[in-house]
T-cell receptor
Framework: GQQVMQIPQYQHVQEGEDFTTYCNSS?????IQWYKQRPGGHPVFLIQLVKSGEVKKQKRLTFQFGEAKKNSSLHITATQTTDVGTYFC???????????FGTGTRLTVIP | DTEVTQTPKHLVMGMTNKKSLKCEQHMGHRAMYWYKQKAKKPPELMFVYSYEKLSINESVPSRFSPECPNSSLLNLHLHALQPEDSALYLC?????????????FGDGTRLSIL
């Protein structure tokens, strides 16, 4: 069936180091969204990417959508302790009309 | 603070009980969602309401019964649940359905089935 996998599953970084999570779909996505969920919290929308090859930046966060629209990445520069949480990508498969969440990457930042 | 309000925050119930989860939003959103999230897992879509009509049911067991009384409210009625139904139940809303709008989530109801 259709799947959205994220790697790595877990990542521990020293504060100030960079972090990247990768999102891979088994089929083409019409769009992809990224959410952050803090421990004990709820998912919070970060960004949406729609176009092939699209790159968007939010301060220290850089989001990319692959040329084939089957993968995406989130890169955080110089992590801070406030970046702790689980980052989910969520995509819409072509022809579908609902979001399918990826498996998530749990980020721990060591002060 | 979240713009989607869910009550109760915590719920413990027996397998024979009947209870309801409630969700409210006043952002004028026309799509509302129920998700189930187990620990260390992603949210799993259960139901989608679009313009107060059920548009998606992801093969959810009938012991979960959704209801959308009006465009601001979404309920999830629970009956004869099983221990494996223990999870965080998240409500979300978006301007429209279709998966191409940001979804705003509530804090969730943490449900425990004894």
């Amino acid at each position: 069936g259709q799947q959205v996998m994220q790697i790595p599953q877990y990542q521990h970084v020293q504060e100030g180091e960079d972090f990247t999570t990768y999102c891979n779909s088994s089929t083409t996505l019409s769009n992809i969204q990224w959410y952050k969920q803090r421990p004990g919290g709820h998912p919070v929308f970060l960004i949406q990417l729609v176009k092939s090859g699209e790159v968007k930046k939010q301060k220290r966060l850089t989001f990319q959508f692959g040329e084939a629209k089957k993968n995406s990445s989130l890169h955080i520069t110089a992590t801070q302790t406030t970046d702790v949480g689980t980052y989910f990508c969520a995509g819409v498969f072509g022809g579908a009309n609902n979001l399918f969440f990826g498996t998530g990457t749990r980020l721990t930042v060591i002060p | 603070d979240t713009e989607v309000t869910q009550t109760p925050k915590h719920l413990v119930m027996g397998m024979t009980n009947k209870k309801s989860l409630k969700c409210e939003q006043h952002m004028g959103h026309r799509a509302m969602y129920w998700y189930k999230q187990k620990a260390k897992k992603p949210p799993e879509l259960m139901f989608v309401y679009s313009y107060e009509k059920l548009s998606i049911n992801e093969s959810v067991p009938s012991r979960f019964s959704p209801e959308c009384p009006n465009s601001s409210l979404l309920n999830l009625h629970l009956h004869a649940l099983q221990p494996e139904d223990s999870a965080l139940y998240l409500c979300a809303s978006s301007q429209a359905g279709g998966g191409n709008q940001p979804q705003h989530f509530g804090d969730g109801t943490r449900l425990s089935i004894l």
